[in-house]
């Protein structure tokens, strides 16, 4: 009997061993996904008078969470500290600009990239570095680091002195402080708007930014003397493009955005955003 019972329970362990291991394989189903943004990042996400958000990210997490078939909650998280807030578990997308950088990486998971647009300079029309040299160029920071490094040199006069706008914890900021350290002074905003006010207000000499963000602050009533001026700069730490931040424990929900961006990307829904909001083809190949 002693002998009968061993080997009933020998049985019912495996059994039980079986069916976790058989749950851990199916991994987690989602039917409920809270992605955060943080409402002012214009034309990606921006909080209209009413509250309600809108811009290319709030028409896109709308689409991707259809083709998931997942019921998504949206909510406005500031951009600083936007990565911590979602590894503590506040919630579990971040769609919001953000680009997937190596840096990044180490601490989250990427879905697959669903905008690609080189980061620029702003300035008023007014300025003297309105006529900053090759504007709208693009220097790789992945394919000819070199090449880009000669074009910060060729930049290193004009703007020399200069008082820089960016975003603090941005793909901006990282790019100013390791490659024009010394040459300008970098002022840091918790808000894209807040330094395009500054700018504005003469308390900055340019602003540095996602070329496709500065294509829509400048068309916003009462930023009609701003410009873009310069090159664009695109790889490296400036990343591969904007795209899903995930926690590294949810593979599975990575998986699912992968697949609903590509579609996107393959039905033509991408480049139709891109161009409602950007008016330019941001799909990156």
Excluded at 233 to 251: M, N, T, Y
Aim: hydrophobic share 40%; with cysteine.
């Amino acid at each position: 009997m002693k002998l009968a019972s061993l080997v009933s329970a020998l049985c019912l362990t495996a059994s039980l061993v079986i069916s976790v291991s058989s749950h851990a394989e199916e991994g987690k189903k989602w039917t409920v996904v809270k992605i955060a943004t943080e409402g002012a990042f214009r034309p990606f996400n921006f909080t209209k008078p009413d509250g309600t958000l809108d811009g290319f990210e709030i028409d896109l997490y709308k689409i991707l969470c259809q083709k998931m078939s997942v019921k998504c909650e949206i909510v406005v998280q500031p951009f600083a500290g936007i990565i911590p807030a979602l590894n503590a578990g506040k919630f579990d997308a971040i769609i919001d600009g953000l680009s997937a950088t190596d840096a990044r990486k180490k601490i989250i998971d990427f879905s697959v990239p669903y905008s690609n647009a080189g980061q620029t300079f702003a300035v008023l029309k007014s300025s003297p570095l309105a006529q900053l040299p090759d504007l709208g160029q693009r220097f790789s920071l992945t394919t000819d680091e070199a090449g880009a490094e000669a074009e910060v040199k060729k930049l290193a006069p004009l703007l020399k002195g200069k008082v820089v706008g960016v975003q603090g914890s941005s793909i901006g900021q990282q790019f100013l402080e390791k490659y024009m350290k010394g040459i300008v002074t970098v002022r840091q905003y918790k808000t894209t708007e807040e330094h395009d006010l500054d700018l504005k207000s003469g308390r900055v000499d340019l602003v540095f930014a996602s070329a496709t963000y500065l294509t829509g602050a400048k068309a916003k009533a009462g930023n009609e003397e701003m410009q873009m001026a310069g090159p664009q700069f695109i790889g490296g730490l400036l990343g591969a493009g904007s795209a899903v931040g995930i926690r590294k424990s949810d593979p599975e929900l990575k998986k699912m955005f992968d697949e609903a961006i590509l579609q996107t990307k393959q039905d033509g829904t991408l480049k139709t955003l891109a161009m409602k909001w950007f008016g330019t083809d941001t799909v990156p190949q």
